[in-house]
Each structure stands twice: as structure tokens, then as C-alpha cells.
């Protein structure tokens, strides 16, 4: 079955790092975008970044702009966000997300594809 298993989060203090990983399984990696949300208490889920099924192309939320950066290893099937310069408003729950639209990749046709990991948590503090 088609799983995502986000890990890496954890406390650290303002300033610090973290790199988040998504590891995917179940599924053709290599045909799907992938994408980083999060979603803080009482606030809704939010994109941080997202990267093309081929890592040509990424983009990012002005708030985390030259602070995060998304990356992925497809021979892996792994997603990665690195996080510099964490700052308290970071703090929420991470979330990694694969989509694939219908159509052909590589010469073979693929169905639609949209999931969630189970998210893991990053706490910025003192």
C-alpha cells in the first residue's frame, strides 16, 4: 500500500537545524511531485515547499525562502526538507505529501495519486 513516513522533527532551540525526511513506499516515486505542509495549533495546513516528480524544479513559501530547501533522492524514494535558521513560528506539525496527475510517465500511464504522510512534530524553542 501506498505509505509516506515523515521523520526528523523534534525540539530544538531558535537558530538551529533540522532536516526532515519522507520516505516513500508502495507507490512509483519518480512520477510524483512532492510537497512539505504544515500546520500549527489552531491555524490551518499550510505549503512550505514543493519539488517536481524529476527534483527540476521547487518552490517555496515566502516565509521559509533562504531558510528551507527542499531536495529528493529518487533512487531513494526520499523527499527531504533541510531547515535553517528555525525560528518559533516554525513550530507545527510537518507533513509530507505526494500528487500525480493522471497520464503517461516514461511511456507507461499512471492513475491519480494524492497522499499524506502521518507528520512528525517540530517544536522551536528555548
Known amino acids: 500500500q501506498v505509505q509516506l513516513v515523515e521523520s526528523g522533527g523534534g525540539l530544538v532551540q531558535p537558530g538551529g537545524s533540522l532536516r526532515l525526511s519522507c520516505a516513500a513506499s508502495?507507490?512509483?516515486?519518480?512520477?510524483?511531485?512532492m510537497s512539505w505542509y504544515r500546520q500549527a495549533p489552531g491555524k490551518e495546513r499550510e505549503l512550505v515547499a514543493h519539488?517536481?516528480?524529476?527534483?527540476?524544479?521547487?518552490d517555496s513559501a515566502d516565509s521559509v525562502k533562504g531558510r528551507f530547501t527542499i531536495s529528493r533522492d529518487n533512487a531513494k524514494k526520499t523527499v527531504y526538507l533541510q531547515m535553517n535558521s528555525l525560528k518559533p513560528e516554525d513550530t507545527a506539525v510537518y507533513y509530507c505529501?505526494?500528487?500525480?496527475?493522471?497520464?503517461?510517465?516514461?511511456?507507461?500511464?499512471?492513475?491519480?495519486?494524492?497522499?499524506w504522510g502521518q507528520g512528525t512534530q517540530v517544536t522551536v524553542s528555548s
Open positions: 505529501h505526494a500528487e500525480r496527475r493522471a497520464g503517461y510517465y516514461g511511456g507507461y500511464y499512471y492513475t491519480p495519486l494524492n497522499h
Open positions: 508502495g507507490f512509483t516515486f519518480s512520477t510524483c511531485a
Open positions: 519539488i517536481t516528480s524529476a527534483g527540476g524544479s521547487t
